[in-house]
């Protein structure tokens, strides 16, 4: 746990953690903020609380008689 | 011993080197002991040694924290919300709370769709456990855990389990069974244990395993069946409050977020941390997956949202505003990933447009902080439950 470490310790798991990660790979913005925006696009069709489901295949709707939109 | 001053010389033999000659009394990691002159000076300067080589790994530490960021900048040659120029925006949202689910005693501290899309289970701190069907709102089953503070439940993928823990520094499994006569507390199974409160827990792909986070400052992956520790994570320097895992198409990785205020990704087959981000200025409450894997969104005390791209390995937006200043509980994703949820200390839900980065919506209702906020599995509606003692679907 960590609090049964001592701070060299801690640092030293720190640093052996950080040279690891230096040599991580990694894309750029432009690539991969396309990519997620594609994804959006293409999901953006299957998605019930971005476009609304019509009142009669909602399953949450209210059973009253009386709605009001 | 504890009479004793540095005047009084004692003859005898050293405690280090073992011969005989007069002593001192020294102290090493709150112990006493008695060292002759020549250890003693051989002691003293072994701990300058230490605090060289502590400071000598601080700045090693910065330096290669420093080397992290200049990479990570050379990727940012854009912004999301630049990339997401072209796309159309939102129109008016209107969201309605459709059902309001009364029963809880005391404060909602954490829920859990069932991949059914109707079941919910929720915690609160009273101790109580409830598993509802969000459709009629009838309370399917009830249990008492033995602690209060349930701050971390789960649904079984199966539909015929949950899981529990907080105050009582486990998780617990009880299988869910319809006999009347059966008594759910009995067949309760103690899964997990750590040192400290349980913040999060959450069922891998099958029912068998669980990963759990603690207020210990660690995660750990459980066998259900056996008990058995199978991995623990190590890294966080403070409390871990959130988890989640990675969509089960990209594979076998999660995220966490604590009071370090550092998100880490870690590897669930070595126990290793693959990538940590350390851009907020207050605890991480919460962490969701992006629905495609590549990212996740945080909800921080620091009153923002921020996503974290992994493959460019970056924060890329941050969803805050001046006027929000109350800390963000808990988020998520809507199907498609383009509306993050996210609920606050000042009792409000806000929706944020995730590629423009604007807010798109402010959704009232709780009369107190929201502490928990989950999106269906097929995304036809979100759940909220609150400090209030209600959820609201």
Redesign the interface.
């Known amino acids: ?3 049964d470490l001592s ?2 310790e ?6 052996e ?6 040599t ?1 790979p ?12 594609d ?12 476009k609304g ?1 019509p009142e009669d295949k ?5 059973k009253g008689a009386c709605v009001i939109n | 011993m504890c009479d004793q001053t540095f005047l009084v010389n004692v003859f005898g033999s050293c405690d280090k080197c073992l011969k005989q000659r007069a002593l001192r009394p020294v102290f090493k990691k709150s112990q006493q002991l008695s060292y002759c002159s020549i250890c003693a000076e051989i002691m003293a300067t072994d701990g300058l040694h230490e605090n060289e080589t502590l400071a000598a790994l601080k700045s090693e530490a910065e330096s290669l924290k420093g080397k992290l960021e200049e990479e990570r900048a050379k990727l940012h040659d854009v912004e999301l919300h630049q990339v997401a120029e072209r796309v159309e925006a939102l129109g008016q949202f209107v969201m309605k709370t459709r059902r309001t689910l009364k029963g809880h005693g005391n404060k909602v501290l954490c829920m859990d769709w069932c991949k059914d899309k109707r079941r919910m289970v929720s915690s609160s701190q009273d101790g109580k456990v409830i598993v509802w069907d969000s459709f009629t709102t009838n309370k399917e089953h009830a249990v008492t855990m033995p602690c209060t503070w349930v701050m971390a439940c789960a649904y079984a993928p199966s539909g015929c389990a949950i899981a529990c823990g907080g105050l009582d520094n486990k998780c617990s499994v009880y299988p869910l069974t319809f006999d009347k006569n059966e008594n759910m507390a009995a067949k309760k199974k103690s899964v997990a244990m750590h040192t400290n409160y349980l913040s999060a827990c959450s069922f891998t792909n099958s029912d068998m395993q669980i990963l759990t986070a603690s207020g210990d400052g660690t995660c750990a992956l459980w066998d259900v069946e056996s008990g058995q520790l199978l991995q623990s994570f190590h890294g966080h320097t403070a409390d871990v409050l959130c988890l989640d895992l990675a969509p089960s198409e990209t594979g076998n990785t999660f995220v966490s977020g604590g009071c370090d205020k550092k998100a880490m990704v870690w590897d669930m087959r070595s126990g290793q941390r693959v990538q940590a981000f350390e851009t907020h200025e207050s605890d991480i409450n919460s962490v969701r997956y992006y629905p495609s894997g590549d990212a996740f969104a945080s909800g921080s005390d620091d009153a923002t949202c921020r996503l974290y791209d992994l493959r460019a390995d970056r924060e890329v937006a941050i969803y805050s505003k001046e006027s929000i200043l109350f800390g963000a509980s808990s988020v998520d994703f809507s199907l498609s990933g383009r509306l993050l949820f996210a609920g606050y200390n000042d009792y409000t839900i806000n929706v944020w447009d995730v590629l423009k980065g604007s807010r798109v919506s402010i959704l009232f209702g709780h009369e107190n902080r929201v502490s928990t906020l989950r999106v269906s599995p097929d995304g036809t509606a979100f759940c909220s439950g609150s400090w209030d003692h209600t959820l609201r679907v």
């Open positions: 746990m960590a609090q701070e060299k801690l640092l030293k798991m720190e640093v953690q950080l040279k690891k990660e230096v991580n990694r894309a750029p913005i432009s690539k991969t903020g396309k990519e997620i925006k994804f959006v696009e293409a999901q953006a069709v299957n998605d019930p609380l971005l489901i909602n399953p949450f709707k209210e």
